[in-house]
């Protein structure tokens, strides 16, 4: 699996894991990484954020 096709798997994921919760929990992560330092953390938690919401919306790019 590539790793774009991760993030995607990923973000399902979370819909499944948390539902409406998803996007918080994804936010919590986030904020969790940033104040540990872990900015490839922070960065891959922000690149599924952005599939989770391209899902929400319908959109996929």
Known sequence: MRPEEERWAEALLAIRLHGDRAP??????????????????VAHFMDMAARLDALSDGTRQ
Not at 24 to 41: H, T, V
């Open 24 to 41: 918080d929990w994804i936010a919590e992560r986030i904020a969790a990484l940033a104040y540990a330092g872990d900015e490839a953390g």
